[in-house]
């Protein structure tokens, strides 16, 4: 169920890894960010979004995996914008998107898979009717991964970094040369809505942070990432072997990347 957070934006989490798609109203339609998870989630977003009077006008994936590139013939056509660099690597991965997507969340269309189309090259907001959408463009969990940030409500769209359930997934796979440094570098460029009345920040996966939690979330992934890079166990809330959230797949992605930490970056 879409759940309003503020002004202008709404949340729906699915039941697939927490997965929350963001809603933006602007004056004739809205903006749909990481539409998701299942067909079923996804009819029934369209239906809620007709319910509400709202027509879809543009998308918005915040990066290129799977999860975040789905969408809906019932959501209508609009267009489905990424980054350049989210769009290219979306291209050439394309079929095991579509492979994981029709395995992992059934009932997709999977011809409609990470269909995106790049925004201009350093675009800093998005041309839509609606209240102003910043682009952060930052590297550190996947290539051409941005974020959103709507300034009149105070509202961080973060996509898959500052999850209260998932730990930092660094970028291992897509030939980045320090990703460590990446991810580091993608929370400085978000931590800038700090100091622009940042007042809540919705997580590709996990709950919604408010006020006082959203300087938690950046503490709590900064926190990780000095750990992770040290000999001694990192300890962290989200890496409980009893947690409801993802400890069968979470744990060896930590244990791996802990590894090529301890290899490459020297403690
Ligand atoms: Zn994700």
């Known amino acids: 169920m879409l759940v309003q957070v503020s002004e202008h934006c709404w949340v729906r989490q699915s039941s697939f890894c927490q997965s929350n798609t963001v809603v933006v109203r602007g004056d004739g339609g809205v903006l749909v960010v990481d539409p998701g998870v299942t067909g079923a989630e996804l009819r029934s977003l369209a239906e809620e979004l007709r319910s509400l009077g709202f027509s879809p006008v543009v998308g918005f994936s915040t990066h290129p995996h799977w999860d975040h590139m789905l969408w809906s013939r019932e959501l209508g056509d609009p267009p489905r914008l990424?980054?350049?660099?989210?769009?290219?690597?979306?291209?050439?991965?394309?079929?095991?998107?579509?492979?994981?997507?029709?395995r992992l969340a059934p009932g997709n269309d999977l011809a409609l898979v990470g269909l995106l189309d790049a925004l201009p090259r350093d675009a800093?907001?998005?041309?839509?009717?609606?209240?102003?959408?910043?682009?952060?463009?930052?590297?550190?969990?996947?290539?051409g991964h941005a974020a959103l940030f709507v300034p009149a409500d105070g509202v961080l769209v973060a996509g898959d970094m500052l999850s209260d359930v998932e730990v930092p997934l660094l970028d291992l796979k897509s030939g980045a040369t320090d990703p460590l440094a990446d991810y580091e570098q993608g929370l400085d460029v978000l931590e800038q809505v700090l100091d622009q009345g940042c007042r809540a920040l919705v997580p590709g996966h996990g709950a919604v942070a408010a006020d006082e939690g959203v300087r938690s979330r950046f503490h709590a992934d900064r926190a990780y990432l000095d750990a992770v890079r040290r000999p001694s166990p990192v300890r962290d809330h989200r890496l409980d072997p009893g947690a409801d959230y993802g400890p069968d797949w979470l744990i060896p992605e930590h244990e791996a990347q802990r590894s090529w930490c301890l290899a490459h970056d020297g403690g």
Do not use: C, I, Q, Y
Not at 83 to 102: C, F, I
Not at 130 to 139: A, I, K, M, N
């Open 124 to 143: 800093d907001s998005l041309d839509w009717p609606g209240p102003d959408v910043h682009v952060l463009h930052h590297r550190g969990h996947a290539p």
């Open 82 to 102: 990424a980054t350049v660099d989210a769009v290219a690597h979306a291209r050439a991965s394309l079929t095991d998107a579509r492979e994981k997507a029709g």
